[in-house]
């Protein structure tokens, strides 16, 4: 039973779930992260479960989310996971870049409680505005009673970190599952639960470095047709500390990439292999000659890259 006291917290970093636009017909020409955490909640629907506390964590469109912004994120999230009458935490944010968020807030910490990333495909000035309903229904899923880990709640349906995608550029139900499915599906406020919640262990906030300027530099490459090594080899000799490859198919890469790849490691720099698929997993064989994330994204393998890099040595 939920204690009398206990609260949900919302943490709140901008995005288009904050954005306005001139227009209410305009849902591309907008300005993203506008709004306060006070605007958002004041425009709630009724029925929160819980008493609500509101933190501006930054205000940016999340295509420039950065290391610094990741770093205070998650020791603000820290912060109110330790605080017992917190029962859960709701974090507004952008789409662009929220499986990336997503991924690195679940490996850190690992959550008991849950946390729950929430956003809008739409401007909140918009007439199809989505970011109170997206709110609401985090809400309802962070009041949970027993729900744990890091998720994704938008248009009714609640992702687990590893495996949510933004798989549309435009559409109000923008996120997916892939393969492994929705986690769970909000139906007029109720949760109805199809899996388990995420579970993991958590690195920790000391496993991640204090400075953010000084986490490692990890790029992304694709293999194309007609794909060359020059960038990486760029990249090699400005410094790069990791390379995730983002394959074709079952994680194929282009033979003249491939051998830039492998001058990249022969010299210290770690190659991770991944698809550029939009859904199935690498099948790892004898063929693939770097290590492989068989079930991330390129975006959230780069985040695992890099918690990797941070590792003291053994």
């Known amino acids: 039973m939920q204690n009398l006291s206990s609260c949900l917290v919302v943490l709140a970093t901008g995005g288009t779930i904050a954005g306005r636009a001139a227009d209410a017909l305009d849902n591309v020409g907008y300005r993203s992260a506008q709004l306060g955490v006070d605007d958002l909640l004041r425009v709630l629907p009724g029925g929160v479960p819980l008493a609500v506390e509101g933190e ?22 820290a912060h109110h996971l330790a605080r017992p009458q917190v029962q859960g935490l709701v974090i507004t944010h952008g789409t662009d870049t929220l499986e990336e968020t997503a991924w690195l807030l679940q490996r850190v910490l690992a959550p008991l409680k849950p946390v729950v990333l929430t956003a809008a495909m739409r401007p909140a000035t918009s007439l199809q505005a989505d970011g109170p309903q997206n709110l609401a229904d985090a809400l309802a899923v962070a009041a949970t009673a027993g729900a744990a880990g890091v998720l994704v709640v938008l248009a009714g349906r609640v992702l687990g970190a590893a495996d949510a995608r933004k798989r549309h550029s435009w559409r ?143």
């Open 172 to 314: 109000l139900d923008a996120f997916d599952a892939g393969d492994a499915g929705a986690v769970a599906g909000i139906e007029q406020g109720r949760l109805r639960r199809w899996r388990e919640w995420p579970a993991g262990d958590a690195l920790g906030l000391a496993h991640v470095a204090a400075d953010a300027s000084a986490w490692p530099w990890v790029e992304i490459v694709t293999s194309h047709a007609g794909a060359a090594g020059t960038a990486v080899d760029a990249l090699l000799a400005a410094g790069v500390r990791g390379l995730v490859v983002a394959g074709t198919g079952n994680g194929t890469v282009h033979h003249a990439l491939a051998t830039a790849l492998d001058r990249a490691q022969a010299r210290g720099v770690a190659v991770r292999l991944v698809t550029r698929c939009a859904a199935g997993p690498v099948v790892a064989g004898p063929e693939h000659r770097w290590p492989v994330y068989a079930t991330l994204g390129p975006a959230q393998a780069r985040v695992e890259l890099m918690l990797e890099l941070m590792a003291p040595p053994t």
């Open 56 to 77: 501006q964590v930054a205000q940016l469109d999340s295509k420039d989310m950065d290391h610094a912004t990741w770093q205070q994120l998650l020791r603000r999230v």
